[in-house]
């Protein structure tokens, strides 16, 4: 019995290690979406988002269902918790995905992001990559060292965010309201992309260690 | 032991009730801050937003405990399931109360607000406040019709949301790129907080009936 639990344990596991290739191929395709004003590819991220939410449907369900079945105690019981957690934050991810295709898809075929924000747009897509995979390496491996870096990349995250705002607000803009107004909800998009993905470590540390740093008292 | 399990459950609701009561509070002040740029207001909501994860804190450890404790089954799992999802949105919506208060707190002495959008922002402030109110309500007496209500006062709420954008957009806007970018995020915390009350009511509706309808698919 509790051998079947353990695998179903690792088949969980491996579902969430795949949520996190999702998300992370959807940002990664929203991100050129958005650079090259690629309606196709938009419209890929925004009709794959429902892949994601049916893998977090699925392994929502099958946690809920071990859990009134097996009843596990102490760590075990914490292993489901982080699970529950993880999809549920990865989901989001998928959705802030989203939203940024949906930006590219509404500007097209404009692009919503000006020359001289390119390339910081290309390195918060870079870091929110860097992130994901990370998350789903600690997932896969539970490497609590791993996680605690992925603190770090976030402050990347978080400068280049600040970066944004210094060019939006620098005399030299030229691009009107509408473009201020689509560069800061796409940046808040990356920057929440990227707390989601550090909560998914937090997580891995807490099933670990039991150690449940407090997410988002220390998000922006 | 069934009997103190289940004043347990009880005692968790009374602090899931009193969570609802601080957001909802947080935000009223957020909202006050943020038009009449009351700096000391502002700072309240700041400084008290570590009351709200301390709460956070505590609900989640006690649930854990009773889970570890208890091993809840059927209908006493999906409580807890949702009391833990409940606190966790509750939580957020504490932070973005507190993200309010902060762009109040930047442009002090300045009003981040413009005349001709503080209708709007009032009236948001007042749909989130209904909201939240509503999903304490539900959280204290597992009212599902009104947990259902709640989707519809979302919908004003994102009505409200579309025309900051036509005022930001429009041609009379004369207030430049900060104020812009100020409102387009103010505005995303409002919608973002309705969200997370939403969710709050759909976690009643699966705590009572057990259907779950897909958290986050919905969203804008």
Known sequence: ????????????????????RLVRSALSRGTTALLDADLQLAESVISHDEEINSLFAEVESRISELMATQQPVAVDLRVVIAALRIAGDL???GDLAEHIAKVARMRHPDTAI??????????????AERLVSKAGTCVATRDVELAKELESDDDAMDRLHRRLFRVLLSNDW???????????????????????????????????????????????
Chains 1, 2 share one sequence.
């Open 1 to 20: 019995m509790r051998d079947a639990y353990h695998e179903e344990l690792d088949s969980l596991t491996d579902r969430l290690v795949e949520m996190t």
């Open 174 to 220: 030229s691009h009107g309201i509408e473009a201020a107004i689509d560069v800061t909800l796409i940046g808040r998009y990356y920057e929440r992309y990227a707390d989601h993905a550090v909560r998914v470590a937090r997580d891995v540390v807490y099933l670990v260690t039991g150690d449940r740093a407090l997410n988002g008292s220390s998000t922006a």
């Open 91 to 93: 989901e989001r991810m």
């Open 114 to 127: 000006p020359i001289e924000l390119r390339d910081t747009i290309i390195e918060m897509g870079q870091i």
